[in-house]
Nanobody
Framework: QVQLVESGGGLVQPGGSLRLSCAVS????????VDWYRQAPGKQREFVARITSSGSTDYVDSVKGRFTISRDNAKNTGYLQMNSLKPEDTAVYYC?????WGQGTQVTVSS
């Protein structure tokens, strides 16, 4: 059974930074892509970023140049470095791997 646990969310001012982590157990972490999604209040969950098993990355246009996705296969952990945060980045952020979701971590960008 795959389990994903996100951490690193919180309250940050506009322009600030946060790094989210996604610790994965129960899967062969290195062979699967790691995705990050987010869901803002009243909106559908949306794709944010992906890193493949080979390290290729993809981002939604709204975060390109501000967010960086990475992974550490030795630690079975994925990361999302978020810089230059904006109020519209406020959402619950979820990681996804091997058809499984984490519980989410809240990110709030507000002054």
């Amino acid at each position: 059974q795959v389990q994903l646990v996100e951490s690193g969310g919180g309250l940050v001012q506009p322009g600030g930074s946060l790094r989210l982590s996604c610790a994965v157990s129960g899967s062969i972490f290195s062979i699967y892509s790691v995705d990050w999604y987010r869901q803002a209040p009243g909106k559908q969950r949306e794709f944010v970023a992906r890193i493949t098993s080979s390290g290729s990355t993809d981002y939604v246009d709204s975060v390109k140049g501000r967010f960086t996705i990475s992974r550490d296969n030795a630690k079975n952990t994925g990361y999302l470095q978020m810089n230059s945060l904006k109020p519209e980045d406020t959402a619950v952020y979820y990681c996804y791997q091997a058809a499984s979701w984490g519980q989410g971590t809240q990110v709030t960008v507000s002054s």
